[in-house]
T-cell receptor, first 112, second 115 residues
Framework: SQKIEQNSEALNIQEGKTATLTCNYTNYSPAYLQWYRQDPGRGPVFLLLIRENEKEKRKERLKVTFDTTLKQSLFHITASQPADSATYLCAPPTSGTYKYIFGTGTRLKVLA | KAGVTQTPRYLIKTRGQQVTLSCSPISGHRSVSWYQQTPGQGLQFLFEYFSETQRNKGNFPGRFSGRQFSNSRSEMNVSTLELGDSALYLC??????????????FGEGSRLTVL
């Protein structure tokens, strides 16, 4: 079955450093992949979308890569700030449907 | 532009009862999806509606049902509640049409506690 894996362990980094989060998928090839941010007790918020024919996408301090050979997407936050502390979820759509599979998310904590 | 509105935000029920949750999507969005979020399982897809038709369904028992009205508002119902149904239920709307990528816009969720 189609599966998404994110590092479920929390990631702690120092303010100003670059945070890198990993999303691996198996048993299918999504045409695109989305990343969301979720704060405690709130609904996820859309951040970025990357398509299979795009190697890299940027938005301000955020960068997403999509390696269809490795079946992996990386999410980078440069010059991280304590306000970036949240859980980050990757979500590719299920093939041929309007349904997304969400990873369990990686909790990022940026230390001041 | 108003966001996705979910009601109620918090509710407490006892085992065996039923519950109805409501979701008002962003104006113009005709797709509404529902997700269940628990600490151990993450976001699990329940179902998706578009123009009053259920297009996709997740792997949940028949106790979980939903519907969408002509104004795109959606409700989900859980009957015969079990302790394991305690979760944050999230609704997301999208401008989903064939050929679009459909970013999801989530509501704040309805936190259900089953005692």
């Amino acid at each position: 079955s189609q599966k998404i894996e994110q590092n479920s362990e929390a990631l702690n980094i120092q303010e100003g450093k670059t945070a890198t989060l990993t999303c691996n998928y198996t048993n299918y090839s999504p045409a695109y992949l989305q990343w969301y941010r979720q704060d405690p007790g709130r609904g996820p918020v859309f951040l970025l979308l990357i398509r299979e024919n795009e190697k890299e996408k940027r938005k301000e301090r955020l960068k997403v890569t999509f390696d269809t050979t490795l079946k992996q997407s990386l999410f980078h936050i440069t010059a991280s700030q304590p306000a970036d502390s949240a859980t980050y979820l990757c979500a590719p759509p299920t093939s041929g449907t309007y349904k997304y599979i969400f990873g369990t998310g990686t909790r990022l904590k940026v230390l001041a | 532009k108003a966001g996705v509105t979910q009601t109620p935000r918090y509710l407490i029920k006892t085992r065996g009862q039923q519950v109805t949750l409501s979701c008002s999507p962003i104006s113009g969005h005709r797709s509404v999806s529902w997700y269940q979020q628990t600490p151990g399982q993450g976001l699990q897809f329940l179902f998706e509606y578009f123009s009053e038709t259920q297009r996709n369904k997740g792997n949940f028992p028949g106790r979980f049902s939903g519907r969408q009205f002509s104004n795109s508002r959606s409700e989900m119902n859980v009957s015969t509640l079990e302790l394991g149904d305690s979760a944050l239920y999230l609704c997301a709307s999208s401008f989903f049409r064939t050929g679009t990528t459909g970013e999801l816009f989530f509501g704040e969720g309805s936190r259900l506690t089953v005692l």
